[in-house]
C-alpha cells in the first residue's frame, strides 16, 4: 500500500529565505508526482505536476525535483514572501489514484 | 473557466438527515474525484468517474455513501443518513489525463 510522508510538518522562516519541502513515498511505481497548495478554507492549487519520467518541473520561483528510485521528492522555494504562507501537500498518482501526504503547513513572516 | 464548481460551500444538518452535495467539473475533463478532508485522516478519494462510469468507490466509507455522475457535467455526492464523523470538508476535482484541478470544497458539519 502506498504511504506518503511529508517532512517537516510545519515550518515557520523569515522572508527571503530559501527552503526546501520533503515528500517521500514507500512505492516507487508512480505515473507522476503533484504538488499542492492549500490556503487555509480553501481548496487545493496545483503547483507543479513531474512525469514519472521527469526529474524536475520548475515554475518561477518553485522547483520540484523526483528520484522515483528512492521515492523522494522535494519543493525548493526560492525566495520566500509572507504570501507563500499556506500548507503544502504532494501527492503520488498510482495507477489511476492520486495518494496525498499529509502536508507541511509553511509560516513565511516579514 | 470557472474552474471546478461546488455547492453548497457550507452546509449544516443534523443527525440522520440526508445530505447532497454538488459538484461541476471543468468543461473537457473527463475524469471527476470525490474526496474528503479531515484533520484526523488528511485528505481521502472516495470515488472517481472515467468518462461518466464509476471506476473505484473502495473509498466510499459505507453503504450510507452515494455517488452518481448523470453526465460530463454534473455529479453528486449523498449521505444518507447522515452521521456526526461525517463532518468533513468534501472536495470534488476533475481532471484529463494529467494534473487534477479542485473545488473549493463543501464543509459539511452534523450536529
Known amino acids: 500500500k502506498q504511504e506518503v510522508t511529508q517532512i517537516p510538518a510545519a515550518l515557520s522562516v523569515p522572508e527571503g529565505e530559501n527552503l526546501v519541502l520533503n515528500c517521500s513515498f514507500t512505492d516507487s511505481a508512480i505515473y507522476n508526482l503533484q504538488w499542492f497548495r492549500q490556503d487555509p478554507g480553501k481548496g487545493l492549487t496545483s503547483l507543479l505536476l513531474?512525469?514519472?519520467?521527469?526529474r524536475e518541473q520548475t515554475s518561477g520561483r518553485l522547483n520540484a525535483s523526483l528520484d522515483k528510485s528512492s521515492g523522494r521528492s522535494t519543493l525548493y522555494i526560492a525566495a520566500s514572501q509572507p504570501g507563500d504562507s499556506a500548507t503544502y501537500l504532494c501527492a503520488v498518482l498510482n495507477t489511476d489514484k492520486l495518494i496525498f501526504g499529509t502536508g507541511t503547513r509553511l509560516q513565511v513572516f516579514p | 473557466d470557472a474552474g471546478v464548481i461546488q455547492s453548497p460551500r457550507h452546509e449544516v444538518t443534523e443527525m440522520g438527515q440526508e445530505v447532497t452535495l454538488r459538484c461541476k467539473p471543468i468543461?473537457?475533463?473527463?475524469?471527476l474525484f470525490w474526496y474528503r478532508q479531515t484533520m484526523m485522516r488528511g485528505l481521502e478519494l472516495l470515488i472517481y468517474?472515467?468518462?461518466?462510469?464509476?471506476?473505484?468507490d473502495s473509498g466510499m466509507p459505507e453503504d450510507r455513501f452515494s455517488a452518481k455522475m448523470p453526465n460530463a457535467s454534473f455529479s453528486t455526492l449523498k449521505i444518507q443518513p447522515s452521521e456526526p464523523r461525517d463532518s468533513a470538508v468534501y472536495f470534488c476535482?476533475?481532471?484529463?489525463?494529467?494534473?487534477?484541478?479542485f473545488g473549493p470544497g463543501t464543509r459539511l458539519t452534523v450536529l
Open positions: 468543461s473537457g475533463h473527463n475524469s
Open positions: 468517474f472515467n468518462n461518466n462510469v464509476p471506476i473505484d
Open positions: 513531474i512525469q514519472s519520467s521527469q
Open positions: 476535482a476533475s481532471g484529463l489525463a494529467g494534473p487534477q484541478f
